[in-house]
């Protein structure tokens, strides 16, 4: 099954993603893909109960690369998995941007999800001027040779989240972007490929051609719960 993982950021208060949630457990029998919600840190104990019967995932949006100690403001990978967690986003580019994450660090941050049992969903992608300097693949392939080098046959999933495609309306041709995956998976065989960056339910009709993708990870459109049925819910 495909996954459809909501990643909420920093967008709402616990009580409305504690709604959210709840609405999302409501449709989770009829979704066609799996669900997994990654609200922030502080919603997720009180959102531990809806993945009681297992239709709806719980996913962290991030974690230390540390196993415990001096690391203040850090949340640890064994905590999230204490607070049933199953999924842990990685290497967010808003992340990597803002506190400037070094490849190493976020290959830590895998390896300690991996360690507690959660499956970690690393965020890889090109800047705008990456992509026009022709360095899409470079740069991913940068993003991705710990990987290779050092657990090329881990199970994660690997969104790629070309940056200028986040919450713009813009994604990439379909054509150049089944090239991509293709590309990326015959590097990494074990792992399966999200796509990320202006999912909605318009976009996602033309992005499901692509076979080599096993589902989207999606900001904005997961807040609404009207567009989340319209990805989600199979027509008939
Ligand atoms: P978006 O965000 O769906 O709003 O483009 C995706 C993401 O940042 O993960």
Known sequence: MKLFVANLKMNLSIAQQQKLAKEYKKIA?????????????????????????????LGAQSCSPYHKGAHTGQVSASELYELACSYVIIGHSEERTAYRLPDNYIFDQIMRVLENGMIPILC???????????????????????????????????????????STGEIPQIEEL???????????????????GSVNHQTVESLNTIPQLSGFLIGHASLDFQEVKKIVVYKK
């Open 124 to 166: 890889i992608g090109e800047t705008k001027e990456e992509r026009d300097a022709g360095q899409t693949l470079s740069v991913l392939e940068k993003q991705l040779k710990l990987i290779c080098d050092t657990i090329p046959k881990a199970s994660l999933y690997i969104a790629y989240e070309p940056l200028w495609a986040i």
């Open 178 to 196: 089944e090239e991509l995956i293709s590309r990326l998976k015959w590097m990494l065989p074990y792992c399966a490929f999200l796509y990320g």
């Open 29 to 57: 029998s009829k979704s066609s893909y799996r669900l997994v919600f990654c609200p922030t840190f502080t919603a997720l104990p009180l959102l531990k109960k809806i993945t009681t019967k297992g239709d709806v995932a």
